[in-house]
């Protein structure tokens, strides 16, 4: 059993910077692949991100390739997405997710509650 709290959403202005953290509870973060998904309000929950159990894979969705960064810290159970050059149309709620498999459709086994991230124009 994973359990996943966000934190670090907010509002910032177009071109400014963000960072959300994913705390983990439980012995097995560092066996799980890490996702960080986003769904605006009327939209289908997207993928963002995914980093591997050890940190050496990342995939990025084409939208957000070159601006966002995730990273992982196994001894502190957090995963990461750094959010730069924000524009409105990333405005959602952000979603970490832990699963055994990479993926880049939200089949995960385990789900944070969320953080709003609001990017104004």
């Known amino acids: 059993q994973v359990q996943l709290v966000e934190s670090g959403g907010g509002l910032v202005q177009a071109g400014g910077s963000l960072r959300l953290s994913c705390a983990a509870s439980?012995?097995?973060?560092?066996?799980?692949?890490m996702g960080w998904f986003r769904q605006a309000p009327g939209k289908e929950r997207e993928f963002v991100a995914a980093?591997?159990?050890?940190?050496?894979?990342?995939f990025y969705s084409d939208s957000v390739k070159g601006r966002f960064t995730i990273s992982r810290d196994n001894a502190k159970n957090t995963v990461y997405l750094q959010m730069n050059s924000l524009k409105p149309e990333d405005t959602a709620v952000y979603y970490c997710a832990a699963n055994r498999m990479i993926r880049t459709t939200p089949e995960y086994d385990y789900w944070g509650q969320g953080t709003q991230v609001t990017v104004s124009s």
């Open positions: 439980g012995r097995t973060f560092r066996s799980h692949v």
């Open positions: 980093i591997s159990e050890s940190g050496s894979s990342k």
